[in-house]
């Protein structure tokens, strides 16, 4: 079974453009969430979409944005960037909602450098 | 602030030693605790996870101990090959929500 893809692997953007990421869970995962990590911080909760919904939201401006769509793909958006939103993107898929009775398996990521 | 501490950001062990990676964590909310693996260029794996009302759990050369009353966990890896040089993270969580600290960086020394 193909496990997480993420796109693109490596990115780079300047200050004020936006840039949107993909993710393509495992097949039969319903949920995709979305993680920021950067040195120091470990991994960041961003939001997680279940069937199309955001389920759950962390505390991130609103410049970050995300969709779900129904063969359960993932987009995640983020406008008008900054120096500081220069990470890597990781998602994580699973069967239901993410939790401890459902593993999140985890794409290898979307370096952004933002310049 | 952060919920989830991992003090050391990185630990030096030979082969066949034991590591022991530590977290520290501030939310008493926590229901579980969870490790993750995580290798260079690829996304984190889940390693092992302990309920809030256990204080060990084992698997294979992987232990995790749980000790409450100090809001402290340990991942103890037995005997420890080159091949778990990695950066190691631990999780909480509680309410549907995870909560990573910002990882240890392993060295396995051959």
């Known amino acids: 079974k193909a496990g997480v893809t993420q796109t693109p692997r490596y990115l780079i953007k300047t200050r004020g453009q936006q840039v949107t990421l993909s993710c393509s869970p495992i097949s039969g995962h319903r949920s995709v969430s979305w993680y920021q990590q950067t040195p120091g911080q470990g991994l960041q909760f961003l939001f997680e979409y279940f069937s199309e919904t955001q389920r759950n939201k962390g505390n991130f401006p609103g410049r970050f944005s995300g969709r779900q769509f129904s063969n359960s793909r993932s987009e995640m958006n983020v406008s008008t960037l900054e120096l500081g939103d220069s990470a890597l993107y990781l998602c994580?898929?699973?069967?239901?909602?993410?939790?401890?009775?459902?593993?999140?398996?985890f794409g290898p990521g979307t370096r952004l450098t933002v310049l | 602030d952060q919920q989830v501490k991992q003090n050391s950001p990185s630990l030096s062990v030979q082969e066949g030693r034991i590591s022991i990676l530590n977290c520290d964590y501030t939310?008493?909310?926590?229901?579980?605790f969870l490790w993750y693996k995580k290798y260079p260029a690829e996304g984190p794996t889940f390693l092992i996870s302990?309920?809030?009302?256990?204080d060990k759990n084992e698997d294979g050369r992987f232990t995790v101990f749980l000790n409450k009353s100090a809001k402290h966990l340990s991942l103890h890896i037995v005997p420890s090959q080159p091949g778990d040089s990695a950066v190691y993270f631990c999780a909480g969580y509680y309410g549907q929500n995870f909560v990573f600290g910002p990882g240890t960086r392993l060295s396995v020394l051959p």
């Open positions: 994580a898929s699973s069967v239901g909602i993410a939790g401890v009775e459902h593993t999140q398996y």
């Open positions: 939310n008493s909310m926590f229901d579980y």
């Open positions: 302990i309920s809030s009302i256990k």
